[in-house]
Structure formats: C-alpha cells, structure tokens
C-alpha cells in the first residue's frame, strides 16, 4: 500500500480538473496579449475563470489577479503595500508561513519596515488582546497573519481581526493558502484588504494562484513587464493553469460539505488510532481540536525515540509520505520555526499528517500501525 499524508504541502490533481485543461494546452493555444481569433480565445477563458473565482469568493472579478502561487502573491501583498503607502511598521506572529515572514524579516533587515510579533498562547493562538496593544502603540502598521497555519492547523479567527485593524485603520493581509477552498471565504464581508490562494492546495494545478486586492488599496505591481493583469503583472499568463484553478475551486466548493465531514472523520479516527496505539502522544497546538483548526491537518508530538529524521525515512520506506517538524534549533531538515515559536518540547518528534477527499481509513489504520511497529 501507499499512502499520501502530506496533502498540506500539495494535494493530488483532480481527474475533472485535468479534463478542463487539456483543451487549453492542446488547442486554445494563443497568446491571450494577441488581438486575433487565438488570443482572443484564450483571454476569454482567462476572463471567464476570473469570474467565477471572483463569484466564488463573493467579489469583483476586478479584484482577483493571478499569480504564480501563494508565495508570490504573499510577496505582492506585502512589498507593493509597503511601498505604495510609504509603511514603516509592520505586525506579524513568528508561526507565519515562510512567504510571509522571510519577506517581512527581509525589508526589515533592509532597513525599510519595523517588525513587531504579537504574541500567541500556549497553543499558538494569536492573542487579540496584544494584537490591539500593537496596533495602538503603531498606527498606519501593516498587519499579515494567516488564515489557517500549515503546521499546527491553527485557525486564526479572520472577521474579529479584521475588525480589530479597521477600527485602528490598518492594512491586513491574510495568508489564506491553506483554507481557500476548504473554508468559505466571503469577501463581501470580510474586513481584509488582500487575501492569498494556490491552487495545488485544492486539487489544482501547480505554479498559479491568486491574490485578491481590495478595490480601496491600490498597489503598485510586484513583476514588471508587459499590461497582463491589468498592468498588475507583467509576463504571458497561464492560461491552462488558471483555468483549472477556476475549476478545482468551483468543484470545491461544490462538494465542501460533503468533503469536510469525511475529512474530518478521516482525521478524528487518526487521533483515535494514535491514542490507542501510541502511548504518551500529544498534538502541537490545536490541531486535535475540531472547533479551532483546519481538518485537513493533524500535527502530532511523539514521545522521544532518537531520531526523528530517521522516523520518517522509515515511514517512507513504508511508502508512507508525511512531514516531519521539531522544536530544536540545531538547524536539522526537520526544523520547524513554529514549534520552536510555540514551545514545543525539543526531545520529541514530530509528524505533520494531512489529508484530502483522496485519503481511505484503510491508509490511516495502516499508517498508524506502521508508525507504531517503528516506535517500539
């Protein structure tokens, strides 16, 4: 048997999705910049897939720009904000997803922003309370914290911080990558200037994502080149990719309901299992709690077995693909920034399982038996 559980780091291509792409790689083949009958032909379909994410998401499809993936458009939101409205300071948390923080941590070592971390309980929750603290002391800040977290599958509650910066006239991003598609997102209502989403997460296609900019915050443009993206985005866009994009988020959403519960039963039986045959496990942050975290992520502590780069080439052996993560700060391959910034106990290791629609309780009865056959 194999078994994919790394479905937070990319998840398998929809079959539906596939199908609605091929005619775009195959036959729609023009440059969608060029005027005649094959350009125009592919700048409907780029123009058709706008709206319906735009539809999707509750906005105007002139809101929706595609990028290349969640990194870039993490980069877009963060670097254009700054320098459109001249930002000195900027509000984070050290569990940010590395797109998001290694941009911030960059222009202030350049000299151009000011970074605060607000701080977060034992879980990793982002503490509203001096949230607002920081927001008083550091008017017209920018302020990026994500959606839902890829480790520890924390979920941030989006509306209450919205709210919070638009009472203090803030700007706010959120890194949505891991909940777009899984979570309905109404940007109708939602107090947020940007928003980030990569397909990949959702059974999309790799290299193409979005960032959604509200109307009311114009920014400059991140790559420089050509007018695509309505001179937001130079460069030749992806046609095929956009367009399956556009179709895994409409599937999404048509069978979010449905594929949150079994989902979720998937992952409640994982920490039945794991309780059962491991002894002395633990969850990093809320990532067992099914109010407070995303369901497609399962974070687990493991009682201390040496090393834990080795559990998971042992795993792989097994032909079960999962991540690893650990609070030391020895600089191994399985370092992990957010169990370090939550505390978590550096003598034991840790395993990221995540799941899709894709994923059988048959894979998580064996996946926990084999971890438990190398554990003891």
Known sequence: MRVYLDNAATTPLDKEVFEAMVPYMLEVHGNPSSIHTHGREARSAIERARKKVADLLNTSPSEIFFTSGGTEADN???????EAYGLKHAISSRTEHHAVLHTLEHLHKQGLLELSFVDLDEKGNVKQDHLEYLL?????????????????GNLLDLEATGELCRQYGTIFHSDTVQTVAHFPHDLSQLKVQHIAGSAHKFHGPKGVGFLYINAAHKIHPFIHGGAQERNMRGGTENVAGIV?????????????????????????????????RISGVEFNGES??????????????????????????SL????ISVSGGSACSSGTSIGSHVLEAIGSDPDRGAVRFSFSKYNTPEEIDYTVDKLAELLS
């Open 76 to 82: 877009t939101a963060i670097r254009c904000s700054v």
């Open 136 to 152: 008083q002391q550091n008017p017209g800040s920018f302020v990026s914290l994500m959606h839902g977290n890829n480790e520890i």
């Open 244 to 276: 399956g994009m556009a179709t895994a988020l409409e599937i999404a959403y048509r069978d979010m309901e449905q594929d949150r519960q079994y989902i979720q039963g998937l992952k409640d039986r994982m920490i039945g299992k794991l309780q059962e």
């Open 288 to 313: 067992a709690n099914a109010g407070k975290s995303l369901y497609t992520v399962l974070s687990a502590s493991l009682p201390p077995s040496g090393d834990n780069d080795m559990l998971l080439f």
């Open 316 to 319: 792989d052996i097994q032909k």
